[in-house]
């Protein structure tokens, strides 16, 4: 579905990140880890067209949509919830999933917006709150929900956990488990190594801007060095 082919990332003369090659299958999440700096963030960015890559191609269904500005990747099938969220604060739920779909014509609109409200109940309950007022994990849903309602094949998750209370990580987590088998192909950037260990068909590991290993979370709990050398971990998650 998705692939990346030597991608290299520049700010000024740093190199955030360097001949990056990697692949998302269809129906399949692909865990984006490492430490801090890693280039995890630069790499998503780029692959959302948010920022140039120097070098490298990016392959959606066999389609280069590098050099594809990022207000027109949405109608290629990338969609992105960013780190942070960032929901449109001073509009209700309703208007934010209507800018989310705003390519798709109103039959379609409607569609996309039940699937949200099935995912999501108490997005459903809170339609007409302004974005602004709701919890972070409520936000957070309604992020993954403006980016389901652009029919993406590929979706773009940089760090979904980040600042949530546990129920609401489970929450979302579960909507990317069934997105997942209804055939999306997912990048997901996490700091919680269980929870995207638990979660990933397979694991992409970034050390200062290069691709270090790459695995399943099996493989990774079972070679307890390669967690421990990259992400400096000191206890390695169960497999559970």
């Known amino acids: 579905m998705l692939e990346v082919k030597r991608l290299s990332c520049a700010y000024g003369d740093i190199m955030a990140v360097e001949e990056v090659s990697f692949t998302v299958g ?15 963030t630069t790499t998503i960015m780029a692959l959302a067209g948010l920022i140039r890559p120097v ?25 992105l919830v960013p780190e942070g969220r960032r929901v449109f604060a001073d509009l209700t739920v309703d ?4 800018i989310g779909g705003i390519r798709l014509d109103k039959k379609a609109d409607q569609r ?11 997005l459903s309950e809170r339609r007409s709150q302004l974005a602004g007022s709701l919890s972070g ?9 403006r980016a389901m309602m652009a029919e993406p094949s590929v979706l773009l998750v940089d760090e979904l956990s980040l600042g949530l209370m546990p129920i609401a990580i489970d929450e ?28 990933s068909d397979r694991l992409a590991i970034l050390d200062t ?27 390695v998650p169960s497999n559970s």
């Open 95 to 98: 208007e934010n999933l209507t």
């Open 55 to 79: 070098a490298g191609r990016v392959i959606l269904e066999g389609k280069d949509i590098t050099s594809v500005p990022a207000h027109l990747r949405a109608m290629c099938g990338i969609a």
């Open 137 to 145: 994990g409520e936000q957070q849903m309604l992020a993954l929900g």
């Open 26 to 40: 269809r129906g399949e999440i692909l865990g984006l880890i490492g430490a801090n700096g890693a280039g995890k």
């Open 209 to 235: 801007g290069r691709l270090a290993w790459t695995g399943t979370g099996a493989e990774a709990i079972r070679e307890g060095a390669i967690l421990n050398a990259y992400l400096g971990e000191t206890e």
């Open 112 to 122: 996309n917006r039940e699937r949200v409200f099935q995912a999501f109940h108490r």
């Open 172 to 199: 979302c987590y579960r909507v990317l488990r069934h997105l997942r088998s209804e055939g999306f192909s997912i990048l997901l950037v996490e700091q919680s190594t269980e929870r995207v260990i638990d979660s």
